[in-house]
Every structure is written in structure tokens, then in C-alpha cells.
């Protein structure tokens, strides 16, 4: 059973950084692509991040060259690092492994204001 935990969540003021973290158990990680998205209040859930097996990235527009994906496939680990974070950032954050069959975890929020 595949399991997803995020954690690194909280409030944080405009400009500052934040890292996220979901740690993946019971299967597989290094042969899947790996993702960040968020939604907000209202929205739908949309792609921050994702990184493949072999590393390549791909992210959202509205937060290319603030926020950096990547992974450690011995700990079975995802990062998020946000930084230059903006009010229209809030959000959950939830992880992902994608594949035939998509797991997430339960969420992190993150909440950017002062």
C-alpha cells in the first residue's frame, strides 16, 4: 500500500521560503515521476511540479525560477523548495507518484501572508 506524508507546511510571509517534504513507504519510488500541485479555496487542483525518474523537471508558470522540485530515491523522498513566495501561493500542497494508478497524500497547507 502506497503512502504518502507531506510535512514542512505553515505560514509564511511574502518574499520568505519554505520547504516541503512528502516522504513515500509500502512501494516502489525511483521508477515514477514524482509531483508537488496545490489548490486553493474555490479551485481546482492544479501542477506546481513534477520531476521524472531520470530527473527532468517540469513546473507551472507562475512559479518557474521560485520554487525547485527534486528528489532523493534512496529515502523515497520529495522536496519542494518555494521561495519568493506570493499571497496567490496559499494553498494545500499535496504530493504525488504517478503512474497507472495515482496515489496522494493527505496535504499541507501553506498559507503566505503578513
Known amino acids: 500500500q502506497v503512502q504518502l506524508v507531506e510535512s514542512g507546511g505553515g505560514l509564511v510571509q511574502p518574499g520568505g521560503s519554505l520547504t516541503l517534504s512528502c516522504v513515500m513507504s509500502g512501494s516502489l519510488f525511483s521508477p515514477y515521476t514524482m509531483g508537488w500541485y496545490r489548490q486553493a479555496p474555490g479551485k481546482e487542483r492544479d501542477m506546481v511540479a513534477v520531476?521524472?525518474?531520470?530527473?527532468?523537471?517540469t513546473y507551472a508558470d507562475s512559479v518557474k525560477g521560485r520554487f525547485t522540485i527534486s528528489r532523493d530515491n534512496n529515502q523515497k523522498i520529495v522536496y519542494l523548495q518555494m521561495n519568493s513566495v506570493k499571497p496567490e501561493d496559499t494553498a494545500v500542497y499535496y504530493c504525488t507518484r504517478r503512474g497507472n494508478v495515482d496515489y496522494w497524500g493527505q496535504g499541507t497547507q501553506v498559507t503566505v501572508s503578513s
Open positions: 520531476i521524472a525518474p531520470n530527473g527532468k523537471t
